[in-house]
């Protein structure tokens, strides 16, 4: 790996964790349940993002099935919530 | 020959793979920064999915330039993360927009009547 891409990696997971902190701020602020919802929403997007990268880092295909996981799971939990805010049960 | 590149890729793949992460990464932190900053629940839920697609897709390309070249075949299984994406974000969006409308309207806040 040579330095250009070695640096621009590790510039890449400084910028998806400081989304990744917003996000968090975001979640724990958020005025009302549904900022919350929308926080979570976009830490697993930034936290799955961080995933891809990391394959990359290490060159590795095992770090696509937790990002797939991933993506897979947070769009079932937070369809989920929002389905629970907007009609007070998740199943009717 | 190994059937896998071991060591440094050629330049043109590693400056693609550097400049398609680092965009990709920027656009994740720019939408997620709006996500702090905008003042309304309404332009709030705008930001992220600047992540959700311009970012999910460059990280994508970087993922499939790389890996594609180190492999000597097209690499796409990384391109299926960004369609599910694609085809869930905008999903759960409206349904978190029409719950926020709902609850705006049973606390009598000005939005538009259902």
């Known amino acids: ?92 | 020959m190994n059937d896998f590149i071991n060591g440094p890729l050629p330049l043109w793949a590693e400056i693609l793979t550097a400049l398609f992460a680092v965009l990709g990464a920027a656009f994740a932190a720019i939408g997620s920064f709006g996500l702090v900053r905008l003042p309304t629940f309404f332009s709030r839920i705008h930001a992220p999915t600047l992540g959700a697609t311009l970012g999910v897709w460059c990280i994508t390309l970087a993922t499939i330039v790389y890996f594609s070249v180190q492999g000597f075949s097209l690499f796409l299984h990384a391109a299926l993360i960004a369609l599910f994406v694609a085809l869930t974000a905008p999903v759960t969006t409206i349904f978190l927009m029409r719950a926020a409308l709902f609850r705006e309207r049973q606390k009598g806040g000005a939005v538009p009547p259902g």
């Not at chain 1, 079932?76 to 919530?81: D, E, K, L, R």
């Open chain 1, 1 to 92: 790996m040579t330095p250009i891409l070695f640096w621009a990696l590790k510039l890449a997971l400084l910028l998806l964790a400081v989304a990744m902190l917003c996000a968090l701020a975001r979640l724990l602020i958020g005025p009302t349940a549904q900022d919350r919802v929308m926080g979570l929403d976009c830490l697993y997007i930034n936290g799955m993002l961080m995933m891809l990268v990391l394959g990359i880092v290490y060159a590795s295909n095992v770090y696509f099935e937790a990002a797939m996981l991933i993506a897979l799971f947070g769009f079932v939990g937070s369809t989920a919530i929002a389905k629970f805010l907007l009609r007070g049960e998740v199943i009717e």
